[in-house]
């Protein structure tokens, strides 16, 4: 299979239907959350990887009341990721072939890089961050684009009134939240 393009803000993401390392089936987009946050990371040991959703973890609650359903892919096997992943408190899959990696456009070298898409109600990212290097997760302005485009999505329409705190556009265009239709 070809590798597909880099997605946008806008664009209409690939279906979904994984099972994750536990054996619970989730889907993108998710008709159950309101937004979906996917994540691909590298490998299930990278030390990186992990301390970015160690740290994320602790915010989980925060995550989950915002209507933001997790997931997050590895390109490893189930039982590899078990022993480092298994007590997040987010859907993890296993991902070896790097099929979603190549439907999303992400990285395929040998370690991979990380990779963030905040995806809305309607199937359409409104962040996509593809990282650099290894270190290059999704920074704390982007994480606030996100927090904006969750409150873009959530007012009522016909509001065209800016929230405290948001931008018209992101410093970064790959990070920019996408407008509403």
Not at 69 to 84: A, K, N, P, Q, T
Not at 99 to 122: C, H, K, M, S
Not at 130 to 145: L, V
Not at 157 to 162: F, I, N
Request: net charge positive.
């Amino acid at each position: 299979m070809p590798a597909r393009m880099r997605l946008r803000p806008g664009d209409t993401v690939p279906s979904v239907a994984a099972t994750t390392i536990h054996g619970k089936a989730v889907r993108v987009p998710d008709r159950e959350a309101r937004f979906v946050h996917l994540q691909f990371r590298r490998f299930a040991g990278c030390p990186v990887c992990n301390f970015h959703l160690r740290t994320l973890s602790v915010r989980s609650a925060e995550i989950a009341a915002q209507d933001i359903h997790e997931i997050v892919f590895f390109h490893s096997g189930r039982d590899e990721m078990l022993r480092y992943q298994a007590e997040l408190p987010f859907d993890c899959v296993a991902d070896r072939t790097k099929t979603f990696y190549r439907q999303f456009g992400v990285e395929n070298g040998i370690l991979g890089l990380p990779a963030d898409f905040l995806v809305g109600p309607d199937g359409r990212p409104v962040v996509c961050h593809y990282g650099t290097h290894a270190y290059d997760n999704c920074p704390s302005r982007q994480r606030s684009a996100a927090r904006c485009a969750v409150r873009w999505w959530r007012r009522p329409r016909g509001d065209a009134t800016p929230r405290r705190g948001c931008r018209e556009s992101s410093p970064r265009p790959r990070c920019r939240p996408a407008r509403r239709g």
